[in-house]
Every structure is written in structure tokens, then in C-alpha cells.
């Protein structure tokens, strides 16, 4: 009786694997990281002597590591050839599931603290301040609309609500995601105060956005 073995890689295969993998992790690291990084050497920690200065540093650096996450979060289904030749897509797919809630808690935190940022400045009530920062600017309108929506995508991938939809319909939705990211970029560099106060972050991150946008497509694979 004949049994199936596993397929064992060579030392210099095995080798070179392994470091492929750690080189792709490490960039994935320092793509979160870079940005903050960053932020903390313009001296946006040095003076958090008070409620205003410690909220402004929450939504700038909810606003950086959020942004970092979800061009991550795209990047692991984008089908990036030689990413995709050292995980599989199964394990890549696996990793974007698990970094779809975080990433909305990130973002979700970067929303409540530059409302709450935008009412300490101009001494409004919470609700005001929503309605003014998120219904007064264009940009900001839309990417209002691009966190709900990617809500709405979050929601739908949770285990009991992916039961009461049809394929086709979860598959729709989740496209979602895509449009929402696409709403969000305009107000990131229209109001970004990190961005406009340095210039090689909006190339960094304009660059982010191009590779991912050259690459990504919507794979019917990611629903689990």
C-alpha cells in the first residue's frame, strides 16, 4: 500500500524561502512603521501637555497607521506575483480576513478623535462638530461615506451575516471596499496635516496608493 509524501524542499530552497519571507514581513512592517516613525521625529509627541495636543496626535497617527493598514489590507489580495509566490493565496487571503475588523476599529478611531479634535478647536458641542467637519468640506463628505461603507463590507463578512447572503450578492459588497478606499484618498491629502507639512510623505504614499491600484483586483477567493 502505496502512501502520498510530503514534498520536501531543498537547504538552499528552504533557505532562500525563508527569506524571502522575512524580507516581505519586514516590508510590511516598515510600511506601518515609516509613517509613524516619521511623525514622532517632527516632534508630534513632544508636547502632549494637554487634552487638544494628545487628540491631535491620536488622529494624526490613527490617520497614518489606518492609511499604512488598509493599502496592507489590499495589497495581501492584489495578487502581487512575487508576494503571492512566497505565502500562496490562501494564506494571504487568510491574513486579510483577519485584518479587515482592526483596520475598521483603527479608522473608526481616527473618525471619533478628529470630531472630537475639531470641537476642542472651535469650542462645539460633539454633534455639531460631526456636522460641520463631515458635512462642510466635500472631501470630507466623501470619505464619510467611504468608512461607512467599509462598515457596511465588515458587517457583511462576519460569519452569521455571510450565511444570510447569497454569493453573488456578498461578492458585491465586498467590491465595496475598493470604492470605499478610492472615497477616502481626497481628504487625506486635502486636510492631512502630516501630509502637507511634509512633501516626501505624499510621494510615499501617493506611490503606495499606484502599486496598489496597479494591482489590485477584486478576487471572488477572498470570501471565507
Known amino acids: 500500500m502505496s502512501s502520498t509524501r510530503p514534498i520536501l524542499l531543498g537547504s538552499a530552497k528552504q533557505r532562500k524561502l525563508e527569506r524571502s519571507t522575512e524580507g516581505i514581513q519586514l516590508l510590511g512592517a516598515a510600511s506601518v512603521l515609516i509613517p509613524l516613525l516619521a ?15 494628545v487628540t491631535s496626535f491620536v488622529t494624526r497617527a490613527s490617520a497614518l497607521i489606518g492609511t499604512s493598514l488598509l493599502l496592507l489590507h489590499l495589497v495581501l489580495v ?4 512575487w508576494i503571492e509566490a512566497v505565502f500562496g493565496l490562501d494564506k494571504l487571503t487568510g491574513a486579510h480576513k483577519k485584518l479587515g475588523k482592526p483596520l475598521v476599529y483603527i479608522l473608526g478611531v ?3 478623535s478628529s470630531i472630537y479634535f475639531y470641537a476642542l478647536q472651535n469650542g462645539e458641542e460633539i ?12 472631501e470630507m463628505v466623501i470619505a464619510a461615506i467611504g468608512f461607512a461603507l467599509m462598515i457596511v463590507v465588515t458587517v457583511s463578512s462576519i460569519a452569521a451575516a455571510r450565511r444570510m447572503l447569497s454569493y453573488e450578492v ?5 467590491l465595496l471596499s475598493y470604492f470605499a478606499v478610492l472615497l477616502a484618498i481626497p481628504h487625506q491629502f486635502a486636510f492631512g496635516s502630516t501630509f502637507l507639512a511634509q512633501p516626501w510623505m505624499t510621494t510615499y504614499f501617493g506611490a503606495l496608493y499606484i502599486f496598489c491600484l496597479l ?3 477584486p478576487s471572488p477567493r477572498d470570501r471565507g
Do not use: C, M, Q
Not at 454633534?127 to 466635500?138: I, S
Open 39 to 53: 511623525l514622532l521625529a517632527d516632534g508630534a509627541a513632544a508636547n502632549l501637555n494637554s487634552l487638544e495636543t
Open 78 to 81: 492584489a495578487r502581487v506575483p
Open 110 to 112: 481616527h473618525a471619533a
Open 127 to 138: 454633534l455639531k462638530a460631526a456636522v460641520d467637519l463631515d458635512g462642510g468640506y466635500f
Open 170 to 174: 456578498w461578492y458585491l459588497i465586498h
Open 215 to 217: 494591482y489590485t483586483s
